[in-house]
Antibody
């Protein structure tokens, strides 16, 4: 079925990097943008950035510029989000979500990946 | 980019109607018809409820409706049901990026 399957939970030390994967199935991976959204425990949703799987073009929220990198491997229909220089405030659930080209709504979400940053 | 402004909480009794507001600026909510709404139950991923201001995805109850006036968008839920109790988030496009509201906790009394 149509779904986004994310990688499992991660525990990282401050200063390290984490790379979360998001595998698409049931639809043409290159026909929709992939966005990343995070949510700290008990907090709201925070948009991080987008990637066009067809071209590889990306756009990042100003807050994450220089620390986040979004990539993809079209041969396995998988998107990746790497966040570096982790700090405790980055502890959150990270979601990937599908967005239609030329529009702006997230119609398909992964289940989320919990990233815990702790010394 | 500042988050869109939503009330922290709203409540209503079963069968009643409630409205959640989402206030932004002319650079986001007021500038584009790209406002969407999401429902999130505890421990679950968000679910799309309304897109492009007032469109309902297939499978979403027609008790959910959306509108916009100027820089403020609104989500209305009519005929409240117990399962509507959840957090609700608005989102808007804004010049090659996106922004969410702070979220509203809906309590069904």
């Amino acid at each position: 079925q149509v779904q986004l399957v994310q990688s499992g939970a991660e525990v990282k030390k401050p200063g390290a990097s984490v790379k979360v994967s998001c595998k698409a199935s049931g639809y043409t991976f290159t026909s929709y943008d992939i966005n990343w959204v995070r949510q700290a425990t008990g907090q709201g949703l925070e948009w991080m950035g987008w990637m066009n799987p067809n071209s590889g073009n990306t756009g990042y929220a100003q807050k994450f510029q220089g620390r986040v990198t979004m990539t993809r491997n079209t041969s396995i229909s998988t998107a990746y989000m790497e966040l570096s220089s982790l700090r405790s405030e980055d502890t959150a659930v990270y979601y990937c979500a599908r967005v239609h080209y030329g529009d702006w709504y997230f119609d398909l979400w992964g289940r989320g990946t919990l990233v815990t940053v702790s010394s | 980019q500042s988050a869109l402004t939503q009330p922290a909480s709203v409540s209503g009794s079963p069968g009643q109607s409630i409205t959640i507001s989402c206030t932004g600026t002319s650079s986001d909510v007021g500038g584009y018809n790209y406002v969407s709404w999401y429902q999130q139950h505890p421990g679950k991923a968000p679910k799309l409820m309304i897109y492009d201001v007032s469109n309902r995805p297939s499978g979403v109850s027609n008790r959910f409706s959306g509108s916009k006036s100027g820089n403020t968008a609104s989500l209305t839920i009519s005929g409240l049901q117990a399962e509507d109790e959840a957090d609700y988030y608005c989102s808007s496009y804004t010049s090659s990026s996106g922004v969410f509201g702070g979220g509203t906790k809906l309590t069904v009394l």
